[in-house]
Structures are given as structure tokens and as C-alpha cells.
């Protein structure tokens, strides 16, 4: 049996039920994943996704860095997370402070943890100031 260089523990991101999961590493790449029986959500159980899904890890075109554009009819290009996340905040606000916060809306997901979703939520009515949230319960 193959030997891991190092088990990672993490929280499945396939659904918001928080299931736990040890990641076996072995020069950077995931083998294997178990489900950790330490765990009151899930007892070491795993779904299908939990268990074998997690090949895009590992995918050549998947996202490793945001992208941003200088203008509208520019293409992407990489930016820093503090760019990126800069850009959103300044474009969250001049729509609400133009349009009033009911012209923003907020979708969450079931692939977000309950906690995540709790965040999203209390960001669009403390912060933007929308009761405009729905969540998506469909994987």
C-alpha cells in the first residue's frame, strides 16, 4: 500500500453537511481520502463525491489566482487577492450607493458550509444593507 507523505485534515467541500475528511499526500498529490471516524457528522462515512471526487484538485485548468480586467473589453489577466477583492468591495458599493442595496441580491450554496452561508447572509444585510438572499440547495 502506498505510503502518504502527509494526512491533511479538512472539511469536504462537495456539501454543506461538514464532513471530515484526512487527505493522504504523496509528492503534492492526493491518493487517497478517508473519512475520519473522530468526527459526530460523519463517523468516518463518506458519499461517493467525498470520497473519489476529488480529482480537480489537481486539474490543469483549474483557477489558482483571481483574474481581473483593466476595463470591461479587456480580457482577463491574474491579480492579487487584494486586488481582486478590492475591486469587488468598490464595485459592491458604487452599485448600492447608486441603485440603493435592494439592487443587490446574494445567492449562496449548498456546496458552502452552513457557517459560510450564515457569513454571506449577515455580509448583505449588515454591510449592503438587502434582505435579497437565496440559497441554492440543488449539487
Excluded at 56 to 63: G, K, P, T
Excluded at 80 to 93: H, I
Excluded at 125 to 130: A, L, N, P, S
Aim: aromatic share 10%; net charge positive.
Amino acid at each position: 500500500m502506498l505510503k502518504a507523505d502527509r494526512i491533511v485534515q479538512t472539511t469536504c467541500s462537495y456539501c454543506g453537511v461538514g464532513c471530515q475528511l484526512d487527505l493522504h499526500i504523496r509528492e503534492e498529490i492526493i491518493f487517497r481520502v478517508e473519512g475520519r471516524f473522530d468526527n459526530e457528522v460523519n463517523f468516518g462515512q463518506l458519499c461517493v463525491k467525498g470520497r473519489f471526487g476529488y480529482d480537480f484538485v489537481h486539474a490543469s485548468d483549474r483557477l489558482r489566482r483571481p483574474l481581473a480586467r483593466a476595463s470591461r473589453r479587456a480580457e482577463f489577466s491574474p491579480a492579487s487577492w487584494d486586488e481582486a477583492l478590492d475591486r469587488v468591495a468598490n464595485r459592491l458599493k458604487g452599485i448600492r450607493d447608486q441603485y440603493g442595496p435592494r439592487s443587490v441580491a446574494f445567492l449562496t450554496s449548498a456546496k458552502c458550509t452552513n457557517e459560510e452561508n450564515y457569513l454571506l447572509q449577515k455580509f448583505a444585510r449588515t454591510v449592503i444593507g438587502t434582505n435579497t438572499v437565496d440559497h441554492c440547495a440543488r449539487l
